[in-house]
């Protein structure tokens, strides 16, 4: 799941919501700080009610990603998309295309749930803007014991850019993609890449039900 799937329950609840993307927005600052179970576990009773609310995002965030990953569903569809995203990339032995099957599910299933209730979207966003980033950098900080001091400026960005809009259109979703790629240390899209996108994007909405249901 990505941001929205993951948040779009809470958009009236910036620490659920900011919790529920807490995993992803440090994956993007420091893919070594990794929010486990175990630390947000017991702060999901704290007599600090954002302390509470953004552990209780967390663990959802977790519970979502661990049966969502074990569908049937995910599996069919990540394994299509990557012979699609192969199809187009045949001289490719990399991680790639295995990679990019498991992310464009994720970003296209955020697309058809931002595409039924645009509006939801821009409350989740209104939301991200009440959200203290300095708080939640602090509280991360201390329950690793390690600094989350970029979140102090990514969280504003994020809230900012709005980049889930660009998901909906095929050229954006491609450019958002390579900055992925970039990140990761992974070779730029070749440029037919935004020849699958149509049939992805229909698979994805084919099977959408599925998706968010495990059925």
């Known amino acids: 799941m990505n941001y929205f799937a993951h948040g779009r329950h809470f958009v009236d609840e910036p620490y659920l919501l ?74 490719d032995d990399s991680f790639r295309p ?8 994720e970003l296209l299933l955020d697309a058809e749930l931002i595409a039924e209730d645009p509006d939801r979207l821009v409350g989740y966003y209104r939301t991200c803007e009440r959200i203290d980033a300095r708080f939640v950098a602090d509280t991360v900080s201390r329950v690793l014991d390690r600094s989350a001091e970029p979140l102090t400026t990514w969280i504003p960005r994020f809230s900012q850019e709005g980049f889930l809009w660009d998901y909906s259109e095929d050229e954006k979703l491609c450019y958002r993609l390579n900055q992925v790629m970039r990140r990761v240390g992974l070779a730029k899209l070749p440029d037919s890449f935004i020849d699958i996108l149509p049939d992805a994007r229909r698979e994805v909405r084919r099977r959408k039900a599925e998706l968010l249901t495990g059925g």
């Open 18 to 91: 900011a919790g529920s993307a807490l995993p992803d927005w440090l994956s993007v600052i420091d893919r070594r700080l990794r929010l486990r179970t175990r630390h947000v576990g017991p702060l999901a009773d704290s007599d600090d009610p954002r302390v509470a609310s953004l552990a209780r995002g967390v663990l959802r965030h977790l519970r979502d990603d661990r049966w969502f990953h074990e569908t049937r569903a995910f599996a069919e569809v990540s394994l299509g998309l990557s012979a699609a995203v192969r199809s187009v990339a045949p001289q």
């Open 98 to 105: 295995s990679f990019l099957g498991h992310v464009l599910l």
